[in-house]
Nanobody, 116 residues
Framework: QVQLVESGGGLVQPGGSLRLSCAAS????????MRWYRQAPGKGRDLVAF????????TYADSVKGRFTISRDNAKNTVYLQMNSLTPEDTAVYYC?????????WGQGTQVTVSS
């Protein structure tokens, strides 16, 4: 069964850090490009970070560039999003995503709340 399961969200103070995990099953993450999206309350779902299938290419939204890092552990079949210097504007539900031959695959999301 193809599945993505996010974890690692929570409440953090401004300036803090979190690492999100996206555990994949039913396919191999090293074979596919992987993405992190986020959706803030009342807003659309925006692409935050991308990593290519080979891992050589990563791209980021301008709003997170220099603060967020996407990475992949092929042995654990897991993708990560390291988030540093968090601000209240980073508050959102974060989703892991990939596109397989069967279509778009989404996780259930993990809530990140940045607040003092």
């Amino acid at each position: 069964q193809v599945q993505l399961v996010e974890s690692g969200g929570g409440l953090v103070q401004p300036g803090g850090s979190l690492r999100l995990s996206c555990a994949a099953s039913g396919f191999t993450v090293s074979t596919y490009a992987m993405r992190w999206y986020r959706q803030a309350p009342g807003k659309g779902r925006d692409l935050v970070a991308f990593i290519s299938s080979g891992g050589q290419t990563t791209t980021y939204a301008d709003s997170v560039k220099g603060r967020f890092t996407i990475s992949r552990d092929n042995a654990k079949n897991t993708v990560y999003l390291q988030m540093n210097s968090l601000t209240p504007e980073d508050t959102a539900v974060y989703y892991c995503n990939t596109v397989l031959t069967m279509g778009n695959i989404w996780g259930q999301g993990t809530q990140v709340t940045v607040s003092s």
